[in-house]
């Protein structure tokens, strides 16, 4: 039975039937000329049956990985060669898609936060298919470079502020994250051959386990026709030495997120500066630290990923000898020195004082472990008040396990404790710091 033509449903109807945005609806027919509406008296829309099964039609299409534009003109194709598109469908049962899988479609004038946040909420439902049709209209229309620094970057970003409020859980970090790495992934899969006689090194010192901004800087560079060698995460000093060496790169970039990586990056960048390389770095920890930039043996790349390729290019050309100053107080090289001795004295001392409360051993050792850490990576990097902003992860950890607020300044006291048993007077500093903490 042919599908009818006469305008009879309103646009609420037409949303209701086929879950189209009011918006998106309104941009196909005035950028395409699909459906075509008639007006009522009044000036009001009115679709037929057949512009409902068109927009379903367009819609289908889409699902199937075709952009707007190409199935609008696949159906003016088939129109012109005499056949009705909806004919093979007429008879064809409806399938429709579970509630968690339906896609979204976003209007062609949808600027790059809307898509990101649509991204981000598809991945806080666990909704794979919008969140890759959401980044599928992303690179439709904007560049590679914009897509992943405004919606990959800062979706990732923005839904690590959301676990660390309690707002997001592990689990929907964890897929949203799997999502954006594979996104990237396919990227560099089909990035260009190297067309530049520059070889770059990227890749995370010891202890440094994010690799996101270290990924989307290779795939920056390589669209830039560099050649790029990508290492990975938590790469041994020993394995950076070996590979500059054969591979004779032009610059080593390395990337830190946190205190304890920022230690080691010191420690590597010292010596692949001794070895001849060329050294740049950057990270999160050294825009929440500024002062640490100038403790490292190389050039920042910058706050921002954009501006960090820029810096990249005019290093390539003019590398000026970096000036860095990681001399260490005296006072700081002896307290470092005694502290790596009697960690485990430390330990063993807060193991007692938590056994009394039935603590679990589990979270404990990852307590003792980041916090001695930490410890030693500030005492490295000689000043304890780098301390401060570690604290609030270890403060995140220890409350998920318990909900007592207290129990954080409670295990700062016992470390302070031990500290002060078993290392006095080389750590006094550290241990009025820790008591003067709230």
Partial sequence: MPISKTPAFNL?????????????????????????????????????????ETIKWLMARQNEGLSISRAVELWKDEIAQGRDPLAETENRPAVSLPAFQQPIFLPPETNVDAIRSHWLAACLNFNEHAAEQALNQAFSLYPVETVCTE????????????????????QQEHFASGLAMRRLDALLAAAPLPTRGKTILVGCPPEE????????????????GLNVIYLGANVPISRFEETVSMVKA???????????????????????AAQGARVVFGGRIFNLHPSLRHKMPGHFLGERLDTSVETIERLLHDFPSPTYDNALPSEYSLALRSFLVKRPLVDAYINDQFQVIDFSSAYLETA??????????????????????????????????????????QYLMHYAD??????????????????STK
Avoid: C
């Avoid at 919606?151 to 592990?170: C, K, N």
């Avoid at 032009?250 to 692949?272: G, P, Y």
């Avoid at 396990?401 to 954080?408: I, K, V, W």
């Fill in 12 to 52: 609420k109807v037409v949303l209701r039937e086929t879950g189209l945005a009011a918006d998106t609806l309104r941009a196909w027919e005035r950028r395409y000329g699909l459906p075509i509406p008639q007006r009522s008296p009044g000036g009001h829309r009115l679709y037929s049956q057949y512009d409902i």
């Fill in 151 to 170: 919606v990959l970057q800062r979706g990732m970003s923005e839904l690590g502020m959301l676990w660390y409020e309690g707002r997001a859980s592990v």
């Fill in 209 to 224: 386990w994010h690799t996101f901004s270290a990924l989307l800087l290779t795939l920056f560079l390589r669209r830039r």
């Fill in 250 to 272: 032009d610059l080593v970039l390395l990337a830190a997120h946190h205190l304890v990586s920022a230690a080691t990056l010191q420690q590597t960048a010292l010596q692949l």
């Fill in 368 to 409: 003792n472990r980041y916090m001695g850490n930490n410890v030693a990576a500030s005492l490295q990097l000689g000043n304890i008040h780098y301390l401060e902003s570690e604290l609030e992860w270890l403060s995140q950890m220890l409350l998920s396990h318990r909900s007592d607020t207290a129990l954080l300044h």
């Fill in 418 to 435: 031990a500290l002060e048993k078993n290392l006095s007077p080389h750590l006094d500093f550290l241990v009025s710091w820790l008591r």
